[in-house]
């Protein structure tokens, strides 16, 4: 497998540098009426979420410095048949930074969607999750498999680390890797963190009409919670938690953005990733950067409806 320095750059860097469609408000607390839903009453220093429609629960998380937005095409599709329920990360995309000021966020955040699904009595929610959000549905879905009734991963491999070392790479060995990427990204002047993050998602994003919102985010996401996020996800590793994963779980991946970096290949990669989870579906969507939803919509959608719909 290829394991190189660029692929980090282009590859695994673009995939937890997500950011999404401009935020709700710039505070990420007002302006929610205009968009049709509203804050669930729900009391967290890690997430508020916003809630809309009526139908079986569905909870979308996005990924790192991404706002609730990124899914807004796909609520509008699901609009009459579900009840969408996003999750806005605090300290991305113009939310207080708050409880995640500092130390893991994607643990503890995954802890507070359990919580919220228990309080609020949802049953066997489906839980979509893109980048750093398919992090955190893979850890909802292994730590509380009784919460789950569906899990879709969009553009996610359960250890990013594995890109930022040799074949044999673990979640300890990768630590100092992890550690000079935080102190890097976390001390960067912001304007120099700002130039590095907008040109990790433009090449996210092939639709280049889509990528004015992202980038936006990008500038209102707290920096030292992007960058505590970033060293979590690499030194995170839920290969050997996913097989006490019990709900359906299904996979949309696009090809690594390295031209190295075949299908053939990337498919080994997330079938590699995968293997302790042998009942996953995994299905590579073509034609598509990091934002599968945002580049390719209609795609997105018929597998999205299929999966919610599957008995």
């Given at each position: 497998m290829i394991r190189t320095a660029s692929?980090?750059?282009?590859?695994?860097?673009?995939?937890?540098?997500a950011a999404a469609q401009p935020a709700l408000a710039q505070d990420g607390h007002?302006?929610?009426?205009?968009?049709?839903?509203?804050?669930?009453?729900?009391a967290s220093d890690r997430i508020h979420v916003a809630v809309e429609g009526q139908g079986p629960?569905?909870?979308?998380?996005?990924?790192?410095?991404?706002?609730?937005?990124?899914?807004?095409?796909?609520?509008?599709?699901?609009?009459?048949?579900?009840r969408v329920h996003?999750?806005?990360v605090q300290g991305f995309a113009g939310a207080p930074a708050e409880g995640n000021a500092t130390?893991?966020?994607?643990?503890?955040?995954?802890?507070?969607i359990a919580r919220y699904i228990r309080e609020q009595g949802l049953t066997k929610p489906a839980v979509v999750g893109h980048s750093m959000g398919g992090t955190m549905g893979m850890m909802l879905a292994a730590r509380h498999p009784d919460l789950v009734g569906k899990l879709m991963v969009v553009d996610m491999i359960p250890f990013m680390g594995a890109m930022?070392?040799?074949?044999?790479?673990?979640?300890?060995?990768?630590?100092?890797?992890?550690?000079?990427?935080?102190?890097?990204?976390?001390?960067?002047?912001?304007?120099?963190?700002?130039?590095?993050?907008?040109?990790?998602?433009?090449?996210?994003?092939?639709?280049?009409?889509?990528?004015?919102?992202p980038l936006a985010d990008v500038e209102t996401s707290d920096q030292q919670v992007s960058a505590s996020a970033f060293r979590e996800l690499i030194v995170t590793?839920?290969?050997?938690?996913?097989?006490?994963?019990?709900?359906?779980?299904?996979?949309?991946y696009v090809k690594f953005n390295d031209p190295r970096m075949t299908d053939a290949i990337t498919d080994a990669i997330y079938q590699?990733?995968?293997?302790?989870?042998?009942?996953?579906?995994?299905?590579?969507?073509?034609?598509?950067?990091?934002?599968?939803?945002?580049?390719?919509?209609?795609?997105?959608?018929?597998?999205?409806?299929a999966f919610l719909s599957a008995k």
């Open positions: 692929i980090l750059a282009s590859g695994a860097a673009a995939l937890l540098l007002v302006n929610h009426a205009a968009h049709g839903h509203a804050h669930a009453a729900f629960d569905v909870i979308f998380i996005p990924g790192l410095s991404s706002s609730p937005a990124v899914w807004q095409g796909t609520v509008d599709h699901l609009a009459g048949r579900y996003r999750i806005h130390g893991p966020v994607a643990a503890p955040v995954a802890e507070e930022f070392g040799p074949p044999g790479t673990t979640a300890e060995s990768v630590k100092p890797v992890a550690d000079q990427v935080y102190a890097g990204q976390s001390s960067a002047p912001r304007e120099q963190y700002l130039t590095q993050a907008k040109a990790a998602v433009t090449g996210m994003i092939k639709t280049e009409a889509a990528r004015t919102g590793d839920l290969r050997p938690e996913l097989g006490k994963i019990t709900a359906p779980v299904e996979v949309l590699m990733s995968f293997s302790t989870l042998p009942g996953a579906k995994l299905k590579r969507i073509d034609d598509s950067a990091h934002f599968i939803m945002l580049d390719q919509p209609t795609a997105f959608y018929s597998d999205l409806d």
